[in-house]
């Protein structure tokens, strides 16, 4: 086997939306190239701050005081030039001129793709998955889910109290694009008696009005919903659903502060151990690889095939979350 190159030089950055944990993971990053003898740049502001050249120079110094902050000391953003070819080169370009072999991709699947499409251009990437949606298919784990769920489970453990109190019905609207993990875990923790995922719903709101109607006649004081933001309309439904059951209904939208705040400390721990896995590797020459966690352990894969990975929600566990919400 013909004998891998050593890497001296790689950027760092954060890219799409920001997640609870993204600083423990570029601390890792930067903390174990440096152990490992490669130099390391931040690139801020994501791809967007790569075209632009907005780069500083880490050292283990960089990255103090930021393991238990929220947000991303590199900042992030979404590009819309890094999304076209000629983007793609001129960013591959700018790295061989700042001499960067290879750049580690810190977000969620947008920017997988956007890491997949430098590699095509000729810069080596290395990926970790950093989104509170956890909806990266070859992973069971994503930077900053954890934080993301506890956060909103406090918020609707609140709004479950006064709920209660005035005998209401509250739909709450969680995050997660297009994917409903961070509804069905925060449903079933929280006791919802409705949880509604984009992969499931299938947008029969009389079912809804049914539940409420029984759920009355056996006593239970409030009904609480969540709402996965990728179904939203959460505002209307409730005007709907009041009108149709006679209960005082109102919609709570939590919005970003899911992204925010200081991270936990499973978000923290497997953020630092998959930013240290993403430096070995590449010390090794090891490049064109995603972190996952599955089946209890850091693993690596092919970004092609990592990407080419689906994933569901598991029926099971849905039918579980169904059955304890009666
Ligand atoms: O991907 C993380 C996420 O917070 C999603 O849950 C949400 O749909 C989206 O980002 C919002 O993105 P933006 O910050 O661009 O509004």
């Known amino acids: 086997m013909a004998e891998r190159k050593k890497i001296k030089k790689i950027g760092v950055l954060t890219s799409g939306g920001d997640a609870p944990g993204m600083n423990a993971a570029i601390r890792a990053v930067v903390r174990k190239a440096i152990v490992n003898g490669m130099d390391v740049v931040g690139i801020q502001k994501g791809y967007q701050g790569l075209l632009a050249e907005e780069f500083i120079e880490m050292n283990s110094r960089s990255v103090s005081d930021s393991v238990q902050k929220g947000g991303t000391i590199l900042r992030t953003a979404r590009s819309e030039e890094f999304a076209t070819e000629a983007g793609r080169n001129k960013a591959a370009d700018i790295c061989r001129k700042h001499k960067l072999e290879a750049i580690v991709v810190i977000g969620g699947d947008g920017s997988y793709r956007g890491a997949q499409s430098l590699s095509s251009a000729g810069i080596p990437v290395m990926c970790l998955p950093g989104t509170i949606d956890l909806d990266i298919a070859c992973t069971e784990y994503t930077i900053g889910f954890d934080t993301a769920v506890n956060t ?16 209401r019905c509250s739909i709450i609207e969680v995050m997660g ?17 409705d949880i509604l995922l984009p992969e499931k719903y299938n947008y029969d709101e009389q079912e809804i009005i049914n539940h409420i109607i029984e759920s009355r006649k056996v006593g239970k004081t409030h009904h609480l919903i969540i709402n996965a933001e990728g179904i939203g309309h959460s505002t209307s439904m409730a005007r709907r659903i009041e009108a149709a059951t006679g209960m005082e209904t109102r919609a709570t939208i939590l919005g970003y502060m899911q992204r925010g705040g200081s991270p936990t400390c499973k978000d923290r721990y497997y953020a630092s151990m998959m930013g240290a ?50």
């Not at 453990?157 to 709920?163: A, F, L, Y």
């Not at 694009?177 to 008696?193: D, F, H, M, P, T």
């Not at 352990?297 to 970004?303: A, K, S």
């Open 277 to 326: 896995m993403a430096s070995d590797l590449l010390s090794q020459g090891a490049v064109n690889r995603v972190i996952s966690y599955r089946h209890g352990e850091f693993v690596d894969f092919d970004i092609d095939e990592a990407l080419a990975m689906k994933k569901e929600i598991p029926e099971s566990q849905y039918e579980i979350a169904r059955a304890l919400s009666r």
């Open 177 to 193: 694009r297009n994917a409903g993990y961070i509804a069905l875990w925060c449903g079933v923790a929280s006791g919802a008696e």
């Open 152 to 167: 909103a489970l406090q918020a609707i453990d609140k709004v479950r109290d006064t709920s209660s109190s005035h005998e």
